[in-house]
């Protein structure tokens, strides 16, 4: 069976403030794959990022960065000089048993930058 | 052009209709799927479809039936429709790898919200 837990149900930071989304995972398999998705206010859902299990390189998308720890099981999502637009719902998700490949996602948490 | 679509948007209706949404990919992904987000917010997969045959099926209530005429479109009928049907459904798709046991990212619709009164 597949579980991810992100603890955080909210989060506000003032803007211009760092954030860091914390991600738990679960899964037998040892090959399978994450993603961090973005829900904003408009509601559609936008993926950010997907990373394999064997590459635990961390990314730096501008300012955006994941931190993978396979040894924690964790797959953190940070934002640098945190936006107004980068309000919305963060979800992240998990995929693994190839031919199946649906995604578990996580209970998402809602980030909100004040102004 | 919008990747993955759906119609309609928003749909109201009554307790103990019909009714089905459309979904349409035109980026020629092989792979389409339905989730379920309700009003919590929480996210999780009803089926999946692969080149028209249906490979994930969750504990949905048979009052849902997915159809795929083609690998681009991915219908959602629903029956006998229920107050707890009322949620936002989104479809997805994805690019099967070419590699072995490689899983690439889902493109979302837009979802539609449906509201039963």
């Known amino acids: 069976a597949q579980k991810v837990t992100q603890a955080q149900t909210e989060i506000s930071v003032v803007e211009k403030e760092d954030v860091t989304l914390d991600c738990v995972y679960e899964?037998?398999?040892?090959?399978?794959?994450l993603f961090w998705y973005k829900q904003p206010p408009s509601g559609e859902l936008v993926f950010l990022i997907r990373?394999?299990?064997?590459?635990?390189q961390n990314e730096i998308s501008g300012r955006y960065s994941w931190n993978f720890q396979k040894s924690t099981s964790s797959f953190n999502f940070t934002i640098t000089a945190s936006q107004v637009v980068d309000s919305a719902v963060y979800f992240c998700?998990?995929?693994?048993?190839?031919?199946?490949?649906?995604?578990?996602f996580g209970t998402g948490t809602r980030l909100t930058i004040i102004p | 052009d919008t990747a993955v679509s759906q119609t309609p948007k928003y749909l109201v209706t009554q307790m103990g209709n019909d009714k089905s949404i459309k979904c349409e990919q035109n980026?020629?992904?092989?792979?389409m799927y339905w989730y379920k987000q309700d009003s919590k917010k929480f996210l999780k997969i009803m089926f999946s479809?692969?080149?028209?045959?249906?490979?994930i099926n969750e504990t949905v209530p048979n009052r849902f039936s997915p159809k795929s005429p083609d690998k681009a479109h991915l219908n959602l009928h629903i029956n006998s429709l229920e107050l707890g049907d009322s949620a936002v459904y989104f479809c997805?798709?994805?690019?099967?790898?070419?590699?072995?046991?490689?899983?690439?990212?889902?493109?979302f619709g837009p979802g539609t919200r449906l509201t039963v009164l």
């Open positions: 899964t037998r398999d040892t090959t399978y794959y």
């Open positions: 990373r394999n299990s064997f590459d635990e």
């Open positions: 997805a798709s994805s690019q099967d790898s070419p590699l072995a046991g490689g899983v690439n990212e889902q493109f």
């Open positions: 479809y692969n080149n028209k045959e249906l490979i």
């Open positions: 980026l020629g992904h092989d792979t």
């Open positions: 998700a998990l995929s693994a048993n190839f031919g199946n490949e649906k995604l578990t």
